[in-house]
C-alpha cells in the first residue's frame, strides 16, 4: 500500500480520564483499515488495481534511511581522505617555497656582494604562490564540501533516531470540549489559530487553514489519501488539526480542559509510604498523549521532546507524590479478637453451667 511502519493513535476525548487502546488493538484496527481500502479499491481501466497486492512487502523507510546515511558516510570517509591529500600537498609547496624564498635570499645577497651577479628573477616563486593558491582554494572547497556532508549525515542521523520511535509526524489537536470552551472565548485552551505557528504541514496535500463551521480549524484536503505525501519525504513535521486518516496512523498529543490529577495501575503501589498521582499530561505508551490545557506552553512541547526521544526523558515532572497517612487500628474491634474474647467468656460460661 506504499505506507511504511504502520502506527495507529485512536483516541477518545473525555473530559477528565480520556480511554485509550493498547497499542496491540491500534495495529489491528490499522491492519483493519488498510485491509478494508485494498477490498474497497475500484480497479482501473484495465481491470487491475493500482495498489499493491497483500503479499507484497510494504517499504521499510527506516532501512532506506540507514542505507543513505551509510552512503554519506562512505562520502564522508572519501571526502576526508582528499583533504588529508590535500593539506599534505599544502604542506609540500610551502617547502618548495621556502627553498625558493632562501635561493632568493642567496642571489639578492651576491648582487650586493659581486658586480657582474646575474639580477634576482623571483618568477619561479610566483609560480610557486600561485600553485599554494590554487591549492588552498581547492582545500577550502572541499572543507566546504565537508561540512555540508556533516549537517546532511546529521539530518539524517536525527531522522532516523526519530523514526525509530515513530516520531517523523506528530500530530497536535484540540479536544472537542476544547473546541467547544474555546468558541465561548472564556477558557484557558488555546485555538487552531494560536497552534498554527507550531504547523510545518504541507498545507498544499493537507488543506490550509480557515474561518469555517463556525471556527477557525484545518480545510478538508483535495487529494484522496493525503496522508501517503508524508511517507516518502524526510521532513519532521508537527501537524496542528490533521485529518483523521493521518491522525490514526501518527503520534497524537490532545489538548484537554479540566485534566486534575489521576492515577493508573502503576500508581497503587505504594512506595516508601508514597502514593504518586499524575497532573496535567497522560502519556499512553509513547503513542498518545493528553495534556492540561492551563499549562499547554509548557508542556506541548515537552510532550513532542518526549516523543523524539521515545519518553525516555522529559523536562517537566508531571508526578506529584504524597506521604499516605497512618490509619490506627484498635485491635479491641478486630472481628478475631471479638471472636477470642467470646470462646474464652464461653469456656468461663461452661464451668459454671457444665
Request: charged share 30%.
Amino acid at each position: 500500500m506504499g505506507v511504511g511502519t504502520v502506527l495507529i493513535v485512536v483516541m477518545v476525548a473525555v473530559m477528565i480520564t480520556p480511554l485509550a487502546y493498547s497499542y496491540t488493538e491500534k495495529q489491528e484496527v490499522e491492519l483493519e483499515i488498510l485491509l478494508n481500502e485494498y477490498l474497497t479499491r475500484d480497479p482501473d481501466k484495465d481491470g487491475r488495481y493500482s495498489h499493491l497486492p497483500l503479499d507484497v512487502e510494504l517499504v521499510d523507510f527506516k532501512k532506506l534511511t540507514q542505507d543513505e546515511l551509510d552512503v554519506l558516510n562512505e562520502e564522508l570517509s572519501n571526502q576526508n581522505l582528499k583533504i588529508e591529500v590535500m593539506v599534505s600537498n599544502i604542506k609540500t609547496q610551502n617547502e618548495i617555497i621556502q627553498k625558493e624564498e632562501q635561493k632568493l635570499v642567496q642571489a639578492q645577497q651576491m648582487v650586493q656582494d659581486e658586480w657582474n651577479a646575474p639580477p634576482v628573477d623571483n618568477t619561479q616563486l610566483k609560480i610557486e604562490y600561485e600553485k599554494l593558491e590554487k591549492i588552498t582554494d581547492e582545500l577550502d572547497v572541499l572543507l566546504d564540501e565537508r561540512q555540508l556532508l556533516e549537517k546532511k549525515i546529521d539530518t539524517k542521523e536525527l531522522l532516523l533516531e526519530i523514526q525509530k520511535h515513530d516520531a517523523k509526524l506528530i500530530g497536535v489537536e484540540l479536544s472537542q470540549n476544547c473546541i467547544n470552551m474555546a468558541k465561548l472565548g472564556n477558557s484557558t485552551c488555546p485555538t487552531y489559530k494560536d497552534l498554527l505557528s507550531l504547523d510545518n504541514s504541507n498545507t498544499e496535500i493537507s488543506g490550509d487553514f480557515s474561518v469555517y463551521d463556525g471556527y477557525f480549524h484545518r480545510e478538508p484536503s483535495l487529494y484522496v489519501d493525503s496522508f501517503r505525501f508524508y511517507d516518502t519525504e524526510d521532513t519532521i513535521r508537527v501537524i496542528v488539526n490533521p485529518h483523521q486518516e493521518l491522525s490514526l496512523r501518527i503520534k497524537m498529543i490532545i489538548i484537554e480542559s479540566g485534566f486534575g490529577l489521576y492515577t493508573d495501575a502503576y500508581d497503587q503501589i505504594l512506595e516508601s509510604g508514597l502514593r504518586t498521582l499524575k497532573k496535567d499530561r497522560i502519556i499512553n505508551n509513547c503513542y498518545s498523549a493528553n495534556i492540561s490545557s492551563d499549562n499547554w506552553k509548557l508542556l506541548l512541547p515537552d510532550t513532542i521532546f518526549a516523543f523524539r526521544n521515545g519518553c525516555s526523558s522529559m523536562e517537566i515532572n508531571d508526578e506529584v507524590k504524597y506521604k499516605m497517612p497512618y490509619t490506627v487500628i484498635d485491635k479491641s474491634t478486630s472481628p478475631n479478637i471479638q471472636h477470642q474474647e467470646w470462646l474464652k467468656e464461653a469456656v468461663e460460661n461452661c464451668k459454671e453451667l457444665c
